[in-house]
């Protein structure tokens, strides 16, 4: 059985690191997750950046709140024209890149979308001074094998013109996730870093199916997440109590 004593939580070396997942992949509860982290166990600023253009349900500024409350910066529109308010947040997000100040987490989409803008900000990212990995998702269609990550990540660099330096596995099924789930897209992570030659940095997953496993299974850093990304109707259940 684990508890918080048992993990080994992921730790950077580097202040920028870009999370880049298609849709479904839920990379934007790994990056909400991984902020709240950092920011509980660094004595230095962490900002989380939503450059996740398409997703309408899933976005970190939907946690804005509960992130500030924590003491997490979020750089996101405040409103509802994210495509409007995107070229305004530029200056403000290539600031964050240059600067040599706290941590700098990105939440990026996949997408022809979110790869255009990853691909404007390239120029401004410092050579060898970030991470940039990708959530992997065993249970997407575009995700589900070794050749279809490989190629995923490939479309990917070449619209970012920006390279992968790592690998997330966050296998899920939303609710009906379970160990064998995470198992399973475990070993299709170590797989695709035996091809790939990238490492696997860590692994994500609920804390409540974490609970219930042992953790010498997973070789790699263990990223417990709570959720946070709630649907509309989701967050009126919870309001209502219902």
Known sequence: MA????????????RIVALVGGFGSGKTEVSVNLAKYLAHVNSEPVTLVDLDLVNPYFRTREA???????????VAPKGGQFYADLPIL????KGLLESHEGMLILDVGGDAQGCRALGSLSEVFPPGQ???????????????????????????????????TGLVS?????????????????ELARAV??????????????????????????????????????????????????
């Not at 918080?4 to 580097?14: E, I, L, M, V």
């Not at 804005?64 to 979020?74: F, H, N, R, S």
């Not at 530029?90 to 997000?93: Q, R, S």
């Not at 990995?133 to 013109?161: K, Y």
Request: charged fraction near 25%; aromatic fraction near 6%.
């Open 130 to 164: 970030y991470e940039m990995l990708m959530v992997l998702n065993g249970r997407r269609p575009q995700t589900s094998d070794v050749a279809g990550t490989i190629g995923t990540m490939e479309r990917i660099a070449a619209s970012s013109r920006l390279q992968f």
């Open 90 to 93: 530029m200056p403000e997000i």
């Open 64 to 74: 804005i709140d509960e992130m500030e409350a924590l003491g997490v910066k979020v």
């Open 193 to 242: 870093s035996g091809e790939s030659g990238l490492p696997l940095l860590f692994m994500s997953a609920k804390q409540a199916v974490l609970a219930g496993m042992d953790m010498s299974v997973f070789d790699c850093a263990v990223l417990p997440l709570t959720r946070s990304m709630l649907k509309p109707w989701e967050r009126k259940e919870e309001t209502s109590g219902s």
């Open 3 to 14: 508890d918080a004593a048992t993990y080994r939580f992921p730790s950077f070396s580097k």
């Open 170 to 186: 966050n296998t899920h099924m939303i609710d009906e996730t379970n160990a064998e789930i995470l198992l399973e897209g475990y």
